[in-house]
C-alpha cells in the first residue's frame, strides 16, 4: 500500500467520531515515519494493548501476563464495564492499573505498544489489525482471521508488507501432542489417507431464546460495537458472546470452531486447495433469534481425499463418543485427536499398535510464547497470517457453499469462485461508511 492509500484507510478508519481529531494527526504523522518500526530487542520488555477485552481476552490478557517480559500497558473495549474488570485484573495481577481507552485507534496510536491482542468479535479483527501493522505493532488476532476472505487478504497484504510478526490464535498449533500426531500421520504409518472427518458436537451451545430489541446498556458505545456491520438497533441477543451466531458479525460453529479442528486437519495433510465445496444445514431444533446453522455438514473435495466439517450445537448424541475431534481414516487404522489426546485404532492385520496419547496441559502460553518470541527473532510464528488465512478461508467456503446452496468451485490464487456469482460475491462483505476496509 503507497503512502497516500494508507493516509486515506487511516482517514476512513478514523470514522466520524470529531474528538478523535488528535489521535488522527498523531496516526498520520506516524505512517510517514519510522517512530513506531521498532523491533524489539533481546532484553526488551514487550508491551501489550489489548482490544477487546470479554471473555477471550481477558483470558489471553492473562496468558500474556504469565511471561515476565510482557506488561500490558493499555486495555481497550466499547463495553466499561468489561474494561474496567480486565483493567483491575492487570492491576491485581502486576500491581499496576493500564490505561483504559474506549477506541481502538487510541491503542493504535500509542508509542508504547508494541504488541497489539485483537479479540474483539469477529468482524472488528480486519481494521485494528491491518492499522497495527502499518504503524509497525505486531498482532496477536483471535481465531478466525476475520469474517471473509477479503479481510483475510487485506490483513496478509499488510502483515507482509509491513514486516509484521502476526499470530492467529488458534492455539492448538502450539500443542504438543498435537504435533506428536501430526508427525505420525505424516509418517505414512495410517497408509493412504481418503478421508478426513473433523466434528464439534456441542452439548453446552444452548439456543439463546428470542429476546426483544432493547436500549443500548450505560457505558456501551453500540455504534462503536457495531463498526463495519449494518446498522441496526440494539438487541441483548446479538451482543456479548452470542455475536458468533449473526452473519453480519461471524459465521456460526462452522468457523468459530471449525478454524480450530480444520487447522489441525489443513496442517497433518497439508493439500492443495479443495476443488469442490458443497455445505448443508440449518436450524432444525431451534426457533430462537439466532441466523447461523445449529447443523452443519460440509463436504471438501480434496484432489485425494476428502474432508467432512460436522457440527451439532446442544448436541447430546456425540460422534465417537466425543464431543469434538479430528479422525484421519487411512487404509492400514485411523488416528482420533481432540484437544487433550490423541489415539490410533489399528486396522485388521495391519501390524499397526493401538496407541493412546494424553495431554492436559492448556496450549496457549505456548502459543502466546510463540508469538513472543517471533516479535523478538523476526520469524514467522507457527499460525502466521498467511497460514491462519488459508484455514479462515477453507471454513469460510463452507458458508459460502451453504448460503449459495450451490457447490463452491474455488480459484486460490484468484480467491474467486467460478460458476456461482452468489458465493463469489461472499468473498468480500461490504462495510458500513465511514470504515472501509484497504485493498
Ligand atoms: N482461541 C480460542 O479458543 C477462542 C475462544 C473463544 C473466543 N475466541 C475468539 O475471541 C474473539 C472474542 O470472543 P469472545 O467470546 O471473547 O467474545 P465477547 O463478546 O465475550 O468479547 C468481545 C469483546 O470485544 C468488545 N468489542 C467489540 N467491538 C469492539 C471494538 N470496536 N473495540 C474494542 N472492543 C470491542 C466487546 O465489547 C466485548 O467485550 C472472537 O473472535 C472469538 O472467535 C477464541
Same mark, same amino acid.
Do not use: F
Given at each position: 500500500m503507497n503512502d497516500l492509500s494508507r493516509r486515506g484507510f487511516i482517514k476512513a478508519s478514523m470514522g466520524s467520531l470529531?474528538?478523535?481529531?488528535?489521535?488522527? $494527526?498523531?496516526?498520520?504523522?506516524?505512517?510517514?515515519s519510522a517512530v513506531y518500526r521498532s523491533v524489539v530487542g533481546a532484553n526488551d520488555r514487550i508491551r501489550l494493548g489489548a482490544i477487546g477485552t470479554g471473555g477471550m481476552g481477558k483470558g489471553d490478557i492473562m496468558t500474556f501476563l504469565k511471561f515476565d517480559d510482557v506488561d500490558c500497558v493499555a486495555v481497550c473495549d466499547v463495553d466499561s464495564s468489561r474494561m474496567a474488570e480486565a483493567a483491575k485484573m492487570v492491576e491485581d495481577a502486576r500491581g499496576k492499573r493500564p490505561d483504559e481507552?474506549?477506541?481502538?485507534?487510541?491503542?493504535?496510536?500509542r508509542k508504547d505498544v508494541d504488541?497489539?491482542?485483537?479479540?474483539?468479535?469477529?468482524?472488528?479483527?480486519?481494521?485494528?489489525?491491518?492499522?497495527a501493522c502499518e504503524v509497525g505493532k505486531d498482532v496477536y488476532c483471535e481465531k478466525p482471521l476475520a469474517t471473509s476472505i477479503g479481510e483475510g487478504r487485506a490483513m496478509v497484504k499488510a502483515a507482509l508488507a509491513h514486516k509484521r510478526v502476526v499470530q492467529m490464535g488458534t492455539q492448538w498449533r502450539s500443542a504438543p501432542h498435537m504435533a506428536a500426531a501430526v508427525e505420525y500421520?505424516?509418517?505414512? $504409518?495410517?497408509?493412504?489417507?481418503?478421508?478426513?472427518?473433523?466434528?464439534?458436537?456441542?452439548?453446552?451451545?444452548?439456543?439463546i431464546g428470542n429476546p426483544a430489541d432493547a436500549p443500548v446498556p450505560e457505558g456501551v458505545d453500540y455504534d462503536m460495537w457495531l463498526g463495519p456491520a449494518p446498522k441496526r438497533t440494539f438487541n441483548p441477543g446479538r451482543f456479548h458472546f452470542n455475536f458468533r451466531w449473526f452473519w453480519d458479525y461471524a459465521g456460526g460453529l462452522m468457523t468459530d470452531w471449525g478454524v480450530h479442528l480444520l487447522n489441525i486437519a489443513l496442517w497433518a495433510m497439508d493439500p492443495p486447495a479443495p476443488l469442490r465445496v458443497t455445505s448443508a444445514g440449518g436450524k432444525y431444533v431451534w426457533d430462537d433469534l439466532s441466523e447461523?446453522?445449529?447443523?452443519?455438514h460440509t463436504l471438501y473435495q480434496f484432489p485425494d481425499f476428502t474432508l467432512i466439517w460436522e457440527h451439532e450445537a446442544e448436541a447430546r448424541a456425540q460422534l465417537d463418543g466425543r464431543e469434538h475431534g479430528v479422525c484421519f481414516h487411512g487404509q492400514n487404522g485411523s488416528l482420533t485427536l481432540w484437544s487433550n489426546g490423541w489415539e490410533v485404532l489399528p486396522g485388521k492385520d495391519s501390524g499397526l499398535e493401538p496407541e493412546k496419547h494424553e495431554d492436559n496441559n492448556d496450549s496457549r502460553p505456548a502459543h502466546v510464547r510463540n508469538f513472543l518470541d517471533c516479535m523478538r527473532s523476526r520469524q514467522k510464528p507457527v499460525e502466521d497470517v498467511e497460514t491462519g488465512h488459508y484455514v479462515s478461508s477453507i471454513a469460510h467456503l463452507g458458508n459460502m457453499a451453504l448460503l449459495s446452496k450451490d457447490v463452491v468451485e474455488w480459484n486460490p490464487k484468484l480467491e474467486r469462485v467460478w460458476g456461482n456469482p452468489a458465493a463469489n460475491r461472499m468473498v468480500t462483505k461490504p462495510y458500513r461508511a465511514p470504515w472501509k476496509l484497504p485493498v
Open positions: 470529531a474528538a478523535l481529531s488528535m489521535a488522527r $494527526k498523531a496516526t498520520a504523522a506516524s505512517m510517514n481507552v474506549k477506541d481502538w485507534r487510541h491503542i493504535i496510536d504488541a497489539v491482542l485483537v479479540a474483539t468479535p469477529d468482524h472488528w479483527h480486519a481494521l485494528p489489525t491491518i492499522a500421520i505424516q509418517s505414512g $504409518k495410517l497408509g493412504k489417507i481418503r478421508l478426513v472427518r473433523c466434528w464439534a458436537y456441542l452439548e453446552w451451545i444452548k439456543n447461523t446453522p445449529d447443523t452443519q
